[in-house]
């Protein structure tokens, strides 16, 4: 079965400084994985998606991800923060069971400070 | 083009109550999806419809109904509201019929509903 694990459910960074929010997946199958951000009182909105491509992926806003088989990890990084980019984010991995469904992470709330 | 449409915006319920969540896309899009948003949990598959016209469960479907009325519309029904399913509720469309994995899903702004 899979799962996803986002480590740190608060990540807190200076305006300016590097973001870094961490996912790790089980799959038992390659994984099909997934960014979302979803901004205060909105729904999510796609940032980025690994499909057995290029195992780094640019999305949208200036973030990228890293696919890391060894790792079983796909990191969300962004060279350096703005205010908007505070918002919560959620890592997700597709399911490869008997029904369609994404299997998503608890998020990591993410804040930016002046 | 709207997107992906949801009414309430907020509805606060007592317990044994029902109603009915709307869900529109203007999309053209074949596959629907009702998900649950509770703190640290993520976000759970309530239902899915991979095509108009067919529903299937997905991890946490007990207490809660769907209807594909036509390929725009989504719903969820909840027939007798309890506490528990006190949570913000999504609905997702995406393109392909049967969830494909390069297909993207796109999300409403979602229904705040507090039960009793």
């Known amino acids: 079965a899979q799962s996803v694990t986002q480590l740190g459910s608060h990540v807190s960074v200076s305006e300016g400084a590097l973001v870094l929010l961490r996912c790790n997946y089980s799959s038992s199958v390659p994984p099909y994985l997934f960014w979302y951000v979803q901004y205060p009182n909105q729904g999510l909105q796609l940032l980025l998606k690994y499909t057995s491509a290029a195992t780094l992926v640019k999305g949208i806003n200036g973030f990228e991800a890293e696919f890391k088989k060894s790792e079983t990890s796909f990191h969300l990084t962004k060279p350096s923060a703005h205010m908007s980019d505070a918002a919560e984010y959620f890592c997700a991995v597709r399911n490869s069971g008997g029904y369609n469904k994404l299997i998503f992470g608890a998020g990591t709330r993410l804040a930016v400070h002046p | 083009n709207a997107g992906v449409t949801q009414t309430p915006k907020f509805q606060v319920l007592k317990t044994g109550q029902s109603m009915t969540l709307q869900c529109a896309q203007d999309m053209n899009h074949n596959s629907m999806y009702w998900y649950r948003q509770d703190p640290g949990m993520g976000l759970r598959l309530i239902y899915y419809s991979a095509s108009e016209g067919t529903t299937d469960k997905g991890e946490v479907p007990n207490g809660y109904n769907v209807s594909r009325l036509n390929k725009r519309e989504f719903s969820l029904r909840l027939e007798s509201a309890a506490p528990s399913q006190t949570s913000v509720y999504f609905c997702?469309?995406?393109?392909?019929?049967?969830?494909?994995?390069?297909?993207?899903?796109?999300f409403g702004p979602g229904t705040r509903l507090t039960v009793l």
């Open positions: 997702a469309s995406s393109e392909l019929e049967h969830f494909q994995p390069t297909d993207t899903q796109y």
